[in-house]
């Protein structure tokens, strides 16, 4: 299930990685009803193919309350109140460029190749980390040095917080944005005021790439 619900050109890039990812999976199944997000949205991030993604946007772990992830880093399922992070996130997006709408739904940045990616693909419900140990960060650190081979220079990667930043050496020739992250721990030191997403629009007009526009 998993590994059919990404893009051919990810099922390519990470044929060496389908066992594990399957393992993942058989060790996840019997708790499919408990875990977010649900099982046929956990590698949604994976269904971009690879040439289009444009910038990679990484986050830890899915939302843990029930109804609220929805397989993309940050994103929420519409409907639901914004996450502490993803207010914070919608906050800098008004000052940084302030002619963009900001209502919180990411999908529109998917679209256009801003790969949303969580460093662990699934929780238990209710249970925020409870996934560190399965090994989903050797899968994604895999999908991380992939996306960076495959686009060197021209992919911008935009690392909020430590935990983003252990991927910076994963990242290769990339074009590197980070801050501090927008969790309310930690956005008064140095989040709030970044302006990742006119950096993320520099950077890839620098390579002759078209730049996101950021509404959503």
Not at 9 to 15: D, P, R
Not at 94 to 99: E, G, S
Not at 132 to 152: N, S, Y
Request: aromatic share 6%; hydrophobic share 45%.
């Amino acid at each position: 299930m998993f590994f059919e619900q990404m893009h051919k050109s990810w099922q390519v890039a990470l044929a060496d990685q389908r066992s594990l990812l399957e393992r993942i999976e058989v060790d996840l199944r019997p708790v499919f009803s408990q875990i977010a997000p649900p099982p046929e949205l956990v590698c949604r991030a994976f269904e971009m193919p690879i040439d289009e993604v444009r910038v990679l946007l990484l986050g830890q772990d899915p939302y843990p309350t029930a109804g609220d992830a929805v397989g993309l880093a940050f994103a929420i399922a519409p409907g639901r109140v914004l996450s502490r992070s993803l207010r914070n996130i919608m906050a800098e997006l008004a000052t940084d460029i302030p002619t963009a709408t900001h209502s919180g739904n990411l999908s529109s940045w998917a679209e256009q190749g801003v790969m949303l990616l969580n460093r662990h693909l699934t929780t238990g419900l209710g249970a925020a980390g409870s996934h560190i140990g399965l090994g989903w960060q050797e899968f994604t650190d895999a999908a991380v040095r992939a996306l960076a081979q495959h686009h060197g220079r021209d992919l911008v990667a935009v690392l909020w917080g430590n935990q983003a930043r252990t991927a910076q050496r994963l990242l290769g020739a990339a074009q590197i944005v980070a801050s501090a992250h927008p969790s309310p721990l930690s956005a008064h030191r140095g989040f709030f005021g970044s302006k990742p997403f006119s950096q993320v629009n520099q950077a890839l007009e620098k390579v002759g790439r078209e730049p996101i526009d950021w509404s959503c």
